[in-house]
């Protein structure tokens, strides 16, 4: 089966290297018009800007491109009866974009994967669900530095921050929601957990740390457990996860194998 990719930024880039690695790299990328020149150089392989025009034999979609590239492309994919794996977890907190998407998948007969991103402990998560869980919480602890950009700045001076500040206190959806690009990880918990409404978030700008912290816990029948880890980017891409892009890479191996975990 040969596989397309969405995006060509830093992990659509670590992604495509790896698998051709592997030797299974993306036949093809999927850009927005007029960035097919930009997306064939950035990852070697032809580009195209219409899903229409993907061949017949295209039977696998890695997103690697971000909410609005999932909310333009992922439907047409679908309802075509093409598979997806997406790391934009955080697009599923809108709820009408998540019922487009479920409602093509069941028309196409196709699935959407969401890759675990930049956590970890999510299978165990997910597991713990099954029998019942009663508290699910998600804390991002990153540097004053990374939320530039976002909501943060204009609830704290990042510039001259000394001391931790948490500046957000509510449920996965509205975080996901009002910080798209740094909440994909409580989005993930959520879809794993439960869900949108339920997993409390708090996210935390901390001057003392120089990685991004993420932190789990949750209670439930199975017990108790609390995961956290401290992430480092890709090389040269300070706002891209390197364990984001090595979830996505891991997805299609394991799809490949025989055997897998």
């Keep these: 089966m040969r596989t397309a990719i969405i995006g060509h930024g830093a ?24 960035r097919g020149q930009v997306a064939e150089a950035a990852l070697g392989i032809p580009a195209l800007t219409e899903i229409e025009d993907l061949p017949d034999d295209i ?10 590239a999932l909310a333009a492309f992922g439907p047409s994919l679908l309802t075509r009866g093409i598979d997806l794996i ?28 969401v890759v675990a ?6 299978d165990a998560l997910a597991a713990a669900g099954t029998g019942g869980l009663t508290r699910v919480s998600y804390r991002g602890r ?3 530095a990374a939320w530039r950009g976002s909501p943060a700045a204009d609830l704290l001076d ?5 001391e931790p500040a948490d500046f957000f206190r509510g449920t996965a959806r509205t975080a996901a929601l009002e910080y798209p690009k740094n909440a994909n ?5 959520a879809l794993a957990g439960v869900g949108f409404d339920l997993t409390e978030v708090v996210l935390t700008a901390d001057p003392g740390i120089s990685r991004n912290r993420h932190e789990i816990t949750a209670d439930g029948v199975f017990g108790q457990f609390t995961f956290h880890i401290e992430g480092r ?12 892009a090595m979830s996505m890479v891991q997805a299609v191996v394991s799809r490949n194998s025989a055997i897998w975990t």
Excluded: M, N, W
């Design 11 to 34: 992990i659509a880039s670590y992604v495509t290297t790896e698998l051709r690695r592997l030797g299974t790299a993306p036949a093809l990328v999927v850009a927005r018009p007029g």
């Design 59 to 68: 039977g696998l979609v890695l997103d690697c491109a971000g909410h609005s």
């Design 86 to 113: 997406t790391v934009s977890a955080g697009a599923f907190a809108d709820a009408a974009l998540a019922d487009t998407l479920a409602g093509a998948a069941t028309a196409g007969g196709a699935r959407i994967q």
């Design 117 to 122: 991103g930049s956590i970890g402990g999510l």
């Design 142 to 144: 990153k540097p004053p």
């Design 158 to 162: 990042l510039e001259t921050l000394c």
């Design 185 to 189: 990880v409580a989005a993930a918990t």
């Design 233 to 244: 980017p890709l090389p040269g891409a300070p706002g891209s996860s390197a364990l984001a």
